[in-house]
Each structure stands twice: as structure tokens, then as C-alpha cells.
């Protein structure tokens, strides 16, 4: 079979296809004959051999790729005969920038027939992470909401969340064509973080509103600057810094101004039936169509150009790679 190897970290370009050894399942396990591997900046990360929280570089060489959506080919010891056939969607840990991949039965989620492989690649893992966030959100009519990165795979289902919420939703992302996306998802406002005023742009825009909720996945200097944006007693979400820091916050924000200031990643967000009830419930919107994420293809050979285009953020929404 075709799959994408590292054999050394660094750039992008260091991904490259081979022809490698077709995978045999264990005990436990079903082999995925492949349709479409999701793509994630974690893994854009540990391919530099950066780690990533609690996230550490591989040993190499390794094939990357968490999650798949594809067809149960083969089965192992132990393992139901009636998984063969069936369209199915799993985390697979690593190997998923591949023809096919190993997953264990536990693993698998059955498919329906009206959800597209790249659109259940999609919800598996942002999709489910965007469903822990915003139980922690809890977002109401009553909130405004900034979503920081707006256009972006979590940014754009925050938005759309948000809309379903019937909160005000004020959407910063960054550029023209990131904007115009922001718009045509349902936000109210939608600005362009990379004009110097864009704090003051948002003021005006809300016109006498004050921002009660930010979700930020920015972090650094543009998550202060939306800091700074919330009323007293508003709540401050954090996800992710896609600048390279988190957001500075000190107790004195919170004392002075009556905010809270929330981690939102991890146990916080997790409920009481775990991870399989995010993936369900994200599974479930994204097949009512109540949730549609945006999506980024490239085919598996140019997994290269997948990393680079979301290092770059030239991609939009979730980027898969199809088989």
C-alpha cells in the first residue's frame, strides 16, 4: 500500500509517499481500507520535533495521522465478521496518512449513510473537542460572543454554535477572504484581526454592547486585545495559543474587572460519559447538518502541501487528506 513517511523532523517536504508493507490486524483490531485521514497542526508540530503539551515527537520513522473514515476491510481474532463492509470512523492514534490503517474495535464508530467520510473525519476529533468546549460555554440568548479565529476548523463551528444559541456572535479572523467567510456563517460582526484598530472596529460594531463570552484558541497579543474587549463579569474560554503563547492573564483581571478565566481543555470539558458521548454528540450534529464544518481536501500524496497550508493558515476550517 501507498503511505506518507517521516523519517526525519523538520519541514513539510520531509513527509514523503512509499510503497510500505500492507498492515495486518491483531487480536482486537480491524484493518480501515481508507477514504479520507484528518490533518492536524499537533501533528504539523511533532513532525518538526516539537512537542506539543503533553504531546512528545514520535520515534521515527512513523506514518502520522490520528483519525480515519473509510471501509473495514479485514478483521482480526476475535473480532465480529459483520465489521467487514461496514463505512466506519476512528482514532487511530497514528498511521492515518495511509491506504489503510489499523484501528482497535472500540474504536470505530458505524457511519451513516448521509454523512460524508470528510465531514465525520471532521467531527471525530474538532467536531467532538467543539462540543466539550462549548458545554463549558454554555451559551445562552442573552451572551455576545467573540470567537477568536472564526474561520478556522473550531472557530467556524464556535460560530455557528453560537447563531444556534441565539447569542449575538462577533467573528475575528484574519484577512478579506477569512471574513467573508466569518459572514457567511451567521455571524453578526465580522472583522479583520490584522487591522490595527480591529478592538475599536468591534466596539463600534456592537454599539453599546459589551462582549460577555470569548472563546479564544489565538492566545498572545490579539488574546489580550479580546480580553480586553469583555464586560465586567464576563468569561474568558481558553483552547489553544495558535501565536505561540498563551494569553496573559493576571489575578488583578480577574479582581478588578469581575471576570473568569477558564482552561477549557481536558477534564473541564469532558462529561460524564466521556469521550465517546462528544464524538456521538458531534457525530449526531454534523449528520442533522445542525453543524457543518469547513473543509480543506488534498490528496494523500501531498501531505507535504497539507502541513505547509496549515502552518501557513492559508487553509480553511479542518484539512483531511483523501485516499
Do not use: C
Request: charge should be negative; aromatic fraction near 4%; avoid cysteine.
Amino acid at each position: 500500500m501507498r503511505a506518507i513517511r517521516l523519517h526525519t523532523f523538520g519541514p513539510a517536504e520531509n513527509l514523503r509517499l512509499e510503497e510500505v508493507a500492507d498492515p495486518v490486524p491483531a487480536e482486537g483490531q480491524v484493518r480501515i481500507d481508507v477514504r479520507v485521514s484528518g490533518v492536524h497542526l499537533i501533528e504539523a508540530r511533532l513532525r518538526r520535533g516539537i512537542a506539543v503539551g503533553p504531546h512528545r515527537p514520535p520515534p521515527l520513522p512513523i506514518t502520522p495521522g490520528a483519525e480515519v473514515a473509510g471501509v473495514v476491510g479485514a478483521v482480526g481474532p476475535g473480532v465480529a465478521a459483520d465489521w467487514l463492509g461496514r463505512r466506519v470512523v476512528a482514532q487511530v492514534g497514528v498511521g492515518g496518512y495511509a491506504e489503510q490503517a489499523l484501528a482497535d474495535v472500540g474504536a470505530l464508530y458505524p457511519l451513516s449513510e448521509e454523512l460524508a467520510d470528510e465531514v465525520a473525519v471532521a467531527a471525530i476529533t474538532t467536531g467532538a473537542t467543539a462540543q466539550g468546549i462549548l458545554g463549558v460555554a454554555g451559551l445562552t440568548e442573552r451572551d455576545v460572543v467573540l470567537v477568536m479565529s472564526a474561520a478556522g476548523g473550531l472557530g467556524s463551528l464556535f460560530v455557528q454554535a453560537a447563531r444556534a444559541a441565539g447569542a449575538l456572535v462577533v467573528g475575528v479572523a484574519g484577512g478579506p477572504a477569512k471574513v467573508d467567510r466569518v459572514r457567511t456563517l451567521g455571524a453578526d460582526v465580522a472583522v479583520d484581526y490584522r487591522v490595527p484598530d480591529w478592538p475599536e472596529r468591534v466596539r463600534q460594531a456592537l454599539a453599546g454592547h459589551e462582549v460577555g463570552v470569548v472563546l479564544d484558541g489565538v492566545g498572545g497579543a490579539l488574546g489580550r486585545q479580546a480580553l480586553e474587549l469583555l464586560g465586567p463579569g464576563g468569561r474568558f474560554l481558553m483552547y489553544g495559543w495558535a501565536s505561540g503563547e498563551p494569553t496573559e492573564i493576571g489575578t488583578r483581571d480577574l479582581v478588578e474587572r469581575q471576570l473568569s478565566a477558564t482552561w477549557a481543555i481536558g477534564p473541564n470539558m469532558v462529561p460524564p460519559g466521556g469521550g465517546r458521548e462528544l464524538i456521538t454528540r458531534a457525530l449526531d450534529e454534523a449528520a442533522s447538518g445542525r453543524l457543518v464544518p469547513a473543509i480543506t481536501r488534498f490528496p494523500l500524496a501531498r501531505a507535504a502541501d497539507a502541513h505547509a497550508a496549515l502552518e501557513n493558515r492559508t487553509a480553511e476550517g479542518k484539512v483531511v487528506l483523501t485516499v
